[in-house]
């Protein structure tokens, strides 16, 4: 299985909605990215996790909070978020073997904050 | 940090042709270089990669060359066809690794390349 899933597909809220973006793998991949993608530009690193732990938070606002509850599952906790913070969100996921960790997309979840 | 740039911004070639994307990176400590697709409203997906220990490698109608000292890499596509159409993105990676067990590689992107495919 070389998927990462991501749920849900389409989110729409408001600015002061509670909401989460789940991931999932079952690669055994003990690292896990969420990343911020705008129309026609490239994706933005936002957090990484190695080992379950927050390895790299790239200055994201607090407003975004994520968590890795185990070595499979990776989310994203919006609150209060901004007009601008509509974008794709996308999660990937490596493994780090040799020098290679190809990092695998998962389909990514379209928010639109009104 | 890393910095990597992309040339063309946007190309556009005629079915049949070979499409040739450029990418500079900054930082010598880069080791693995992807190159992803992305087609609208889909997923980046890994075409090819690279890494520092190798000069070229090629998949089929893909190839992608590397040039350590000029810290530059290339994707080739041959026999281009109307299905290659799509985002480009480059990118490099440093793997982050320490004795704590925390092991990652942080990819840094170019801006992309839109390449059009003309039947």
């Known amino acids: 299985d070389t998927e990462v899933t991501q749920t849900p597909k389409h989110l729409v809220m408001g600015m002061t909605n509670k909401k989460s973006l789940k991931c999932e793998q079952h690669?055994?991949?003990?690292?896990m990215y969420w990343y911020k993608q705008k129309a026609k530009k490239p994706p933005e690193l936002m957090f990484v996790?190695?080992?379950?732990?927050?390895?790299i938070n790239e200055s994201v606002p607090s407003r975004f909070s994520p968590e890795c509850p185990n070595s499979s599952l990776l989310n994203l906790h919006l609150h209060a978020l901004q007009p601008e913070d509509s974008a794709l969100y996308l999660c990937?996921?490596?493994?780090?073997?040799?020098?290679?960790?190809?990092?695998?997309f998962g389909p990514g979840t379209r928010l639109t904050v009104t | 940090g890393e910095n990597v740039e992309q040339h063309p911004s946007t190309l556009s070639v005629q079915e049949g042709d070979s499409a040739v994307i450029k990418c500079t990176y900054s930082?010598?400590?880069?080791?693995?270089f992807p190159w992803y697709k992305q087609e609208l409203g889909k997923r980046p997906q890994l075409i090819i990669d690279?890494?520092?220990?190798?000069g070229e490698k090629k998949d089929q109608r893909i190839a992608v060359t590397l040039n350590k000292t000029a810290k530059h890499f290339s994707l080739h596509i041959t026999e281009t066809q109307p299905e290659d159409s799509a985002v480009y993105f480059c990118a490099a990676s440093t793997f982050r690794g320490n004795a704590g067990g925390t092991s990652y590689g942080k990819l840094t992107f170019g801006q992309g390349t839109i390449l059009t495919v003309h039947p």
């Open positions: 996790y190695s080992y379950e732990k927050l390895s």
């Open positions: 690669m055994g991949h003990r690292a």
């Open positions: 990937a996921s490596s493994q780090v073997q040799g020098v290679t960790y190809e990092q695998y």
């Open positions: 690279i890494r520092s220990n190798v």
């Open positions: 930082d010598s400590a880069s080791n693995y």
